[in-house]
């Protein structure tokens, strides 16, 4: 009987791990920070796209997209704070690397980022891979 449940509990693992996948969108407005000022563009930018499978992390910004993996992940009452170390797509340059810093509400559907002077509000759904057919 122990064994049945700790078989089923590891096959509960990656559905567990599949609920935390997002996909997130700056639909609304693009929030940018410098100098200690903000401007809030509402009109004319292009939304970022941030998502989130298993470990890894993925920004994509205007002509370019930026990975890596959490390098911190907690959970606390339905929200998830994240953060990773992100470097543009096929780049190998370990010094090239961007802090990414995200809280999550499962709840919500909602993720603010922090990013190289981005301070967006997302607004989210399941990641792509998790869609039915």
Known sequence: MKKRAAALAILAIPSAALARDFSCRNEAAEIRCEAGECRVETGSFT??????LGSAIRLCAYSGCWEGRLSFSRSR????FLQSRLRRSGSADEVDRSVLSVMFSRAERTAHMNWNGFFSLLTCGPHPSARPG
């Open 77 to 80: 009452s339905g929200v998830d």
């Open 47 to 52: 939304p970022m796209q941030l998502t989130r």
